[in-house]
């Protein structure tokens, strides 16, 4: 499949790498973010999801999937690409992991505290989302150079929930009537409903979109939603990967994709996409390390039901980068909290554009070792004419008030 584009025009102008820097958020502005993109917006690709990590080296690796659809496309797969430690450019596009014939879509990738690397991934077996197949691939360590790595355990990531029909009855019951009665909800809720029981459905169709995060504990959390559901869920490791566990379902339908966050307390929050007709991030918070969570319940900050990712700083604050409007992503903010995710100040904005010039969506966040703060995002066209952009600043840009 790689080598069915490698060849043609489209691989040329991937391979070609960075482009030069574009505009900051605002030139005026002190210590305002660099922006690359890795490549040349891609007229015949979609490119979308990315997740980005630091390599013990200092090197950055970011993977994403590409194909001319999402799951209804079975060229789709996961490339990555490289930035190496003092350098501006990025490297060229690689082929990072591909399940022939299928969409492998949403890579989350995590460099271990023993130093492994791993990429978690849906592969999507019948062109629906609710035909997931969790799967992960190990490496001992962060590929070196511009290939794959060599991977030495690959497999399914099984998922058994533990009271998950329940869990959705309860959360089913307490929507309000209006929102059962939506006209673009009210149908799904049903199904929803009839498949809670299904064995089938409960194992299948869990996905990853943000990075896995380590807590001080030394667990390992994986985050997870269905859209079978619109559900979330983590799965966990206490022994580096070796076996996993399935916690217990975020209360609330609608909240999907969490971003997991740890308090200086132990405790956890998670911040999630909200699937349903609300207009706010919804959060909700774990005591005992991600098993079982809160209710979901929503905050004061807007956005349009699109992905959003979070991470603590070392100075223990803790940032957020979300889509701030209620309909389109054609603006991308980040937030910082001063009181770990309790309240946020007002945000800056790596994108702002007109509504409909553009989508700039699907975040990823890091701080480096340096203490420089980046984020990765699909910036273009919806579906087509896309790149994955790079912004890079200080934490010196968000303030502190």
């Not at 003092?86 to 023993?114: E, K, S």
């Not at 590929?143 to 790595?149: F, S, W």
């Not at 690959?154 to 209006?178: C, F, K, M, N, Y």
Request: negative net charge; charged residues 25%; aromatic residues 10%.
């Amino acid at each position: 499949m790689f080598r069915k584009w490698r060849d043609s025009a489209a691989w040329l102008i991937l391979a070609w790498g960075a482009t030069g820097l574009l505009a900051a958020a605002r030139a005026d502005e002190p210590n305002a973010p660099v922006k690359r993109d890795l490549f040349a917006n891609d007229a015949v690709y979609h490119n979308h999801a990315s997740c980005v990590v630091e390599c013990p080296n200092g090197d950055l690796l970011v993977a994403w999937y590409r194909g001319s659809g999402e799951r209804d496309a079975d060229d789709v797969e996961i490339l990555a690409a490289r930035l190496k430690k003092g350098q501006t450019t990025w490297g060229p596009v690689f082929p990072l992991i591909d399940t022939p014939g299928y969409p492998d879509c949403n890579p989350a990738l995590l460099v271990g505290d023993d130093g492994s690397f791993w990429v978690f991934r849906p592969t999507i077996l019948d062109h629906r989302w609710e035909g997931a197949l969790l799967k992960f691939a190990r490496a001992d360590a962060c590929p070196e150079g511009d290939a794959a790595p060599v991977w030495n355990r690959e497999g399914v990531l099984h998922l058994t929930p533990v009271g998950l029909s329940e869990a959705i009855q309860a959360s089913l019951d307490r929507l309000p009537e209006e929102i059962r009665a939506h006209p673009r909800l009210g149908g799904y809720l049903d199904e929803v409903d009839a498949r809670r029981d299904d064995e089938l459905y409960q194992r299948l169709g869990w996905m990853p979109r943000c990075r896995p995060v380590i807590l001080s504990t030394g667990r390992w959390i994986l985050p997870l939603y269905t859209d079978t559901y619109s559900v979330s869920l983590m799965a966990y490791s206490d022994d580096r990967g070796a076996t996993w566990n399935t916690g217990r379902m975020i209360p609330g339908i609608f909240a999907i994709q969490p971003a997991v966050v740890e308090r200086s307390d132990g405790s956890l929050v998670a911040y999630c996409r909200n699937a349903g007709a609300g207009r706010r991030i919804l959060s909700a918070t774990s005591n005992d390390g991600g098993v079982t969570w809160s209710e979901a319940i929503e905050t004061t900050l807007p956005n349009p039901g699109a992905g959003v990712d979070a991470i603590r700083l070392a100075s223990g604050k803790f940032v957020l980068v979300y889509n701030d409007t209620e309909i389109g992503r054609h603006s991308l903010a980040v937030a910082l909290s001063n009181d770990e995710g309790r309240t946020w100040n007002p945000p800056r904005f790596l994108e702002r554009q007109p509504p409909d010039q553009g989508a700039f969506h699907y975040p990823s966040i890091l701080q480096t070792r340096d203490g420089q703060i980046h984020v990765l995002y699909t910036a273009g066209k919806a579906h087509r004419g896309e790149t994955i952009r790079h912004a890079v600043f200080h934490e010196s840009w968000l303030g502190s008030e």
